[in-house]
């Protein structure tokens, strides 16, 4: 991203700065979540590959954690500051 920034004409980075958030929920509520389309990656499914991914998600989340009232994982964004030139 920081080439792409320096590299469009105009523009140019003047910082970036990555924010960590941890996060835990149960697996009904991430599959509550999944249903009512939180997660933009859902959005995009047909029907059918939704119903799948579905199926999918819920058996990773359950092969990987042992307390599925509580799975925690860490969320991770990137704040771009950015500067006209």
Do not use: P, Q
């Amino acid at each position: 991203m920081r080439d792409f920034i320096d590299s469009a004409e105009g523009l140019g980075l003047i910082e970036a700065k990555t924010f960590l958030f941890k996060r835990s929920a149960s697996l009904r509520c991430l599959m509550d979540r999944v249903h009512a389309k939180h997660y933009s990656t859902f959005s995009l499914y047909a029907r059918d590959e939704f119903d799948a991914s579905c199926n999918a998600f819920r058996r990773n989340i359950e092969e990987r954690f042992e307390d599925l009232e509580k799975v925690s994982w860490e969320d991770r964004n990137v704040m771009y500051h950015v500067e006209s030139r």
